[in-house]
């Protein structure tokens, strides 16, 4: 009889043991790498777009970092450009790229990273826009919409030339024969030309010595977010050098900027629409100038 209990007992031993060790194995879950998905970009523009994703599982670890990569190449990862979203949270992210190249093709994929590692999500692409005028400033694009032509006099007798200063506009600058006002980006030009009622149509170089000749301007300005009501804010920088090339067709004028600021950086840029004559231009950004 002690035997049999003895081995009724071992027996008992051993189904515990295992019904212990299954129901353990049971109760741990395996960790798996988080799942998730990309977003289709929104609000794409010439230089920004939003992009994201929607974590719906973290694989049964928290998640430690998420956000997006992007690339002009297929398949980016965290090698490449990437934005983290300060949230780790399960659900939907979005994020805003800026400093895009016009006119050119991204791919993007989101991410998500847990103590198993890291996954990406599918892949989308996007294409930025092109705008048909602008002027470039550190990476960034800034849109030009309306031109003007200001008409200062004659400057020099023989030969004559005339003060035509060139004012480009943001869309949303309001700019007539008075005193301009709203909050965007403004190029100046103080320029010079043979024809009192147009910008003949040549390269315009900066002078330096400020000799009135035809084809050159002496002062330029940029302004990037300046408030014109108040003539503050914003970046304002003096122009101290390189050309405006001005073509015509027609009443369609391309002017192609290539310029340095007062602070050694470039400011380029194209613009392509007419520009309208101001005979008698009041206050008008001559006001403007940085004292």
């Known amino acids: 009889m002690k035997i049999i209990s003895i ?5 008992y031993f051993s189904l515990l043991t295992i019904l212990v060790a299954t ?13 998730l998905t990309t977003l289709v970009p929104t609000d794409i523009a010439h230089s920004s777009a939003t992009v994201g994703g929607n ?6 670890a928290g998640i430690t970092a998420m956000g997006v990569v992007w690339g002009t190449n297929p398949n980016p990862d965290l090698n490449d450009s990437f934005m983290a979203s300060e949230n780790n949270v399960l659900g939907i992210f979005n994020l805003t790229l800026t400093g895009l190249d016009m006119n050119t093709t991204y791919y993007v994929r989101a991410y998500a990273t847990n103590s198993q590692g890291t996954e990406y999500g599918n892949e989308v692409s996007f294409k930025t826009l092109v705008l048909s005028s602008y002027f470039n400033y550190e990476g960034n694009s800034y849109e030009l919409d309306k031109g003007f032509i200001e008409y200062y006099g004659q400057i020099n007798e ?8 060139l004012v480009l506009v943001s ?17 100046y030009f103080q320029m010079f030309s043979s024809s009192m009622t ?13 000799t009135y000749n035809a084809n050159t301007f002496d002062f330029g300005l940029t302004y990037i977010d300046i408030n014109l009501d108040t003539g503050s804010g914003g970046q304002q920088m003096e122009i101290e050098g390189g ?23 470039k400011v380029t840029g194209y613009y392509k629409n007419s520009l309208i004559f101001i005979a008698d231009p009041g206050k008008s950004t001559k006001a403007l100038k940085i004292n």
């Open 171 to 187: 869309p949303d600058i309001n700019f007539s024969d008075e005193e301009p006002s709203g909050i965007g980006h403004v190029l």
């Open 243 to 265: 050309t405006v090339k001005i073509e015509k067709s027609g009443q369609t004028y391309e002017i192609t900027i290539d310029c340095t600021l007062d602070n050694g950086k």
């Open 198 to 210: 147009d910008l003949v149509p040549g390269t315009y170089s900066y002078d330096v010595l400020a």
């Open 7 to 11: 081995k009724k007992t071992v027996f």
């Open 158 to 165: 023989n030969p004559a030339t005339y003060n035509l200063d």
């Open 55 to 60: 974590i719906t599982a973290d694989g049964g």
């Open 23 to 35: 129901g353990c194995s049971k109760d741990k879950e395996e960790v798996l790498t988080p799942a």
